[in-house]
């Protein structure tokens, strides 16, 4: 089979990427959080793992091999992280109805820095609190660096608070 023809179906046989049925995300309950690279990115519900987000993946990446393969390897790399200053990455989806298709995440429940920042602007922000942010950010960092050799060239962050 060629990366072409279906990227979902090599995800998952060739690259063992594991697959989330669509029937697990409560459709119902799809809350516009934002845009990324390749489409809307929603909050919803999976029965399994509770709150996510759920990235839509643009099915014009059907139509370049190289957009495919690399697209396929960050996903391969993301389902080999497992810390607790990244974003979980717990599989892919598809809605067999509408043909979209779906990377299915752990839900930031404070939303990007940037947002953060700008509602911290009128507030207190300790530099305590700056100062615990920073520090997780570069834990993130160095898991990456350090014990999976990878260098992050387009780091987005996002936060949760528990
Ligand atoms: N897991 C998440 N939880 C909560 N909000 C999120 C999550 N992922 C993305 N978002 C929201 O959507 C926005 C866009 O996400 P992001 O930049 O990751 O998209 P992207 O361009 O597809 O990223 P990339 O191509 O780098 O993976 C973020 O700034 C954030 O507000």
Do not use: P
């Not at 495919?68 to 992280?81: A, D, G, Q, T, V």
């Not at 995440?105 to 100062?131: D, H, P, T, V």
Request: glycine share 4%.
């Amino acid at each position: 089979m060629s990366l072409n023809e279906n990227w979902y179906q090599t995800a998952i046989e060739k690259y063992e990427i594991n697959e989330i049925s669509y029937k697990e995300l409560l459709s119902k309950e799809q809350t516009r959080i934002g845009r990324g690279a390749f489409g809307i990115i929603y909050k919803t519900k999976c029965e399994s793992i509770g709150n996510v987000a759920i990235k839509e993946v643009s099915t014009t990446l059907e139509d370049d091999e190289t957009c495919i393969n690399n697209f396929i390897n960050e996903l391969k790399i993301h389902s080999r992280i497992e810390h607790e200053r990244i974003i979980q990455f717990y599989g892919i989806s598809q809605n067999i109805d509408d043909g979209m298709y779906y990377v299915v995440l752990e839900y930031a429940n404070q939303g990007n820095l940037r947002e953060f920042l700008i509602k911290k602007k009128n507030c207190n922000f300790e530099w305590k609190e700056r100062l615990q942010l920073a520090v997780q950010i570069a834990e993130g960092l160095l898991y990456l660096h350090d014990y999976l050799n990878i260098a992050h060239r387009d780091l987005v962050i996002i936060l949760v608070k528990s």
